[in-house]
């Protein structure tokens, strides 16, 4: 028979479909992370790896894999320190994963002498990260199916599972409650608990460490495993480059990857390849002395990157000089910061968290988060390094005893380089290899920022709202100061005019390795979002933003001021914005009059200026004053978006319209809870918080 064009259409269709299948993770992976094969080189990994996680295991002689679905590297930092300590105590083979390298199709066939642990934070709207968003699918899909069909797909499986989320948000770490749901329907066997760990509550490291101990038992228990006496075993082997010095071409010097070594950095730009962007303007927004807040302006026309009204921006920072000097001085490396060295993972499975061949100094200063909170179980680890008995003693009772550490540590806000220093009393610690360094201190994070302008009026210029981050800290000196916002604040002054800023005293390597940031650039990509203006403009919005959570409103606020501009039919806009004082931080006070030029009625500010009057008034006191408008708005159809402080503000919205649902309907509370329930999913609520 002959075939018509149809056919053929369909059966090379399926062809492809089926070459793309076979080939998956052979070729995409590369095509999509075009620098990931010279990482996975320089790993000692073979590029094209496999994304069978059975062949992995056996070919790298693993008995536990540990998976993360992580966004902002606290679940990754969790699923290494497991890895870790796996190993160390019970002497199993551990690896650790990322979710999105590996298929799943044939978990069902994994022996059950073997054990999983999943690691996963909850995102947003109780959402996968990124690169849990395939795995969670699979999963959680109504059709999942295996390679073999069994009533119980997963009954050889054995796992243990952490959540990270935020009990503030409505779906309080959903991503591993409906995993664990999905594995236990598939016939999985879970050993201890589904730990869950709450940011909100700010316990999530004192969660992470209550869970694991009874897990960690009831894994010896079912694996017969023996708890062993734990001894430190490096990860990574660092090896003197002694040929090379920082200005050797080789060398990288804080540069992201290859591409921006060799100077040739293309896009696709993303979390991985920050595009080095511009920035054009930047100015303070408040007007009073002690507090500072940004606008700025960052210019993407030079890169393929887009944005649409909503996104995201995620700036990379780099640290402040003090501190990079206070780390390298207490580990006693000052003097060989500028030594260039190599880094191998000594381990197959192991990834070296940044380029090589670097200097000590680079990695400190581009890839360390070294002002971040400090982990208990860290100094635990480190107490075998301590440079005296006295030392080693008072690290390992911070390291065991919760409530010690959180007075020594945790109020004081201080940062690793000050406890090892204040513990030591000023010793240096010279004997930490710098591979526990490396393991323990997580990965530099870029700071995301919800952009404050619209892509239909400036798509190619990103606008920032940042609050520059400086908290009084009782019973100590300096205020602490937030990494990326003061590099920002920096940049700013820069910009404006100063040729060596030195915000608060604190000095940044401004124009970047190489000079390469030279001329006010600064890392960036941009993350797409799913907090939308309703893509017909006539639909009524009501905005609810106080303080920095103003900034995608601006942005909302530009876009259907340029609507009006052109004539279309833009609905009602309500903003509710609130600070403390009408002239301290009022932000973007004389703009919103513009807006309000093109959009006349149709666009309406409601303040809320919290310390002006006797009592505190904030925006929830507002919408509640507009009850009767708000629900008519919402009768049809109005769109209701919240954006800034997850802790109370987002909360007490939620409640408050509720309120403002059941009074002016004349119904339960229950009720109107349950609307508003049914508005989330029907994204006509949608929350922007962090
Ligand atoms: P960091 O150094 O990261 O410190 C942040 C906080 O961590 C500190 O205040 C402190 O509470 C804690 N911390 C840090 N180190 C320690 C320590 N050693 N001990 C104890 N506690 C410590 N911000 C805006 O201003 N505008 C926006 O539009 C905006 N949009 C956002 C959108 C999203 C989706 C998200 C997730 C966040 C957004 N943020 C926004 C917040 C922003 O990403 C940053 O978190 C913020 O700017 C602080 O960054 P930083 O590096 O200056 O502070």
New binding site residues.
């Given amino acids: 028979a002959e075939l018509d064009t149809l056919d053929i259409i369909v059966l090379s269709v399926i062809l492809l479909g089926t070459l793309a299948y076979f080939t998956k993770g052979k070729y995409w992976g590369i095509t999509k992370d075009p620098y990931a094969a010279s990482f996975a080189n320089a790993n000692g990994v073979k590029a094209g790896k496999t994304r069978n996680i059975l062949e992995k295991m056996e070919e790298s002689g693993k008995n536990c894999i540990v998976f993360y679905g992580s966004q ?1 590297g606290t679940a990754e930092d969790y699923a290494s320190r497991l890895a870790k300590e796996g190993k160390s105590r019970f002497g199993l083979e551990t690896m650790v994963a990322d979710l999105e390298d590996y298929d799943y199709e044939n978990l069902d066939a994994l022996p059950n002498d073997k054990l999983i642990v999943f690691v996963l934070a909850t995102y ?1 709207e109780g959402e996968p990260t990124d690169n849990a968003v395939d795995f969670y699918e699979f999963i959680t899909g109504d059709d999942v199916s295996f390679s073999e069909s069994r009533e119980a797909p997963l009954d050889n499986l054995n796992y243990v599972a952490f959540g990270l989320g935020n009990n503030t948000y409505e779906h309080y770490n959903s991503m591993v409650r409906n995993v664990d749901k999905a594995l236990q329907k598939l016939g999985a066997n879970r050993l201890g608990v589904a730990g869950e760990g709450d940011d909100g509550a700010g316990t999530m490291e004192e969660d992470f460490l209550a869970w694991k101990d009874p897990m960690w038992a009831a894994v010896a228990e079912k694996m017969g495993l023996e708890e062993r006496e734990a001894v430190y075993e490096p990860i990574f082997g660092i090896v003197d480059r002694e040929g090379l010095t920082k200005d050797s071409v080789e060398v990288y010097v804080g540069e992201p990857n290859k591409m921006h070594l060799e100077g040739t950095a293309k896009g696709p730009f993303n979390a991985h390849n920050p595009y080095i962007a511009p920035i054009t303007e930047s100015r303070e927004l408040f007007s009073v002395k002690d507090r500072h ?1 940004l606008h700025m302006e960052v210019d993407i026309s030079g890169s393929n990157l887009t944005y649409q009204t909503g996104d ?1 921006i995620a700036i990379w ?1 780099t640290n402040p000089g003090e501190e990079v000097d206070r780390f390298l001085n207490v580990i006693g490396l000052a003097d060989k910061r500028n030594d260039v060295i190599g880094v191998k993972a000594l381990e197959p499975t192991a990834k070296v968290p940044f380029p090589t061949p670097t200097t000590y100094d680079a990695i400190v200063r581009y890839h360390m988060e070294i ?4 982990s208990r179980q860290f100094l635990a680890t480190l107490a075998a390094f301590a440079p005296d008995e006295a030392t080693k003693a008072e690290m390992t009772k911070l390291g065991g005893d919760k409530d010690y550490f959180h007075e020594k540590i ?1 109020v ?4 690793i380089a000050q406890v090892l220093s204040s513990v030591s009393k000023g010793q240096t610690w010279k004997n930490i290899p710098f591979s526990a360094l490396i393991e323990g201190v997580t990965k530099l994070q870029p ?6 302008s619209s892509s239909l009026v400036q798509p190619k210029k990103i606008s ?6 400086s ?1 009084m800290i009782p019973g100590r000196g300096d205020p ?9 604040f920096a940049l700013k002054q820069k910009q404006n005019g100063d040729p060596n800023p030195e915000p608060f005293g604190l000095t940044y390597e401004i124009t970047g390795p190489r000079n390469k940031y030279d001329g006010i650039h600064v890392p960036v990509h941009v ?1 797409h ?1 799913n907090f939308k203006l309703p893509s017909d403009p006539s639909k009524p919005v009501i905005l609810i933003g106080p303080g ?2 103003v ?2 409103f601006r942005a909302f606020v530009q876009e259907r001021a340029k609507q009006a501009a052109d004539g279309e039919n833009v609905g009602r806009t309500l903003l509710f914005f609130g600070c403390r004082k009408k002239n301290e931080d009022f932000l973007y006070a004389s703009q919103w009059e513009e807006f309000k030029k093109a959009l006349g009625d149709k666009f309406e500010l409601i303040t809320a200026f919290s310390r002006e009057g006797a009592k505190k008034v904030y925006v929830q006191h507002r919408l509640k004053e507009r009850a009767e408008e708000v629900n008519e708005l919402l009768q049809k159809k109005a769109y209701f978006y919240v ?1 800034g402080d997850a802790a109370n503000m987002a909360r007490e919205v939620n409640a408050v319209l509720a309120q403002i649902i059941a009074e002016q309907r004349g119904i339960s509370e229950a009720k109107a809870e349950e609307i508003v329930k049914n508005m989330r999913a029907a994204n006509q609520y949608q929350e ?3």
């Fill in positions: 902002t947003g807040c995201h920072p002002c971040s909170p400090v945790s004081h806000h201080l940062n700071r995301y920022y919800s952009i404050s920032i709202t940042a609050v520059v981050e908290q602490f100061r937030g990494v990326a916002t003061n590099y920002l993350r979002s920095t959570g900034a995608p954006c922007d918080v962090w």
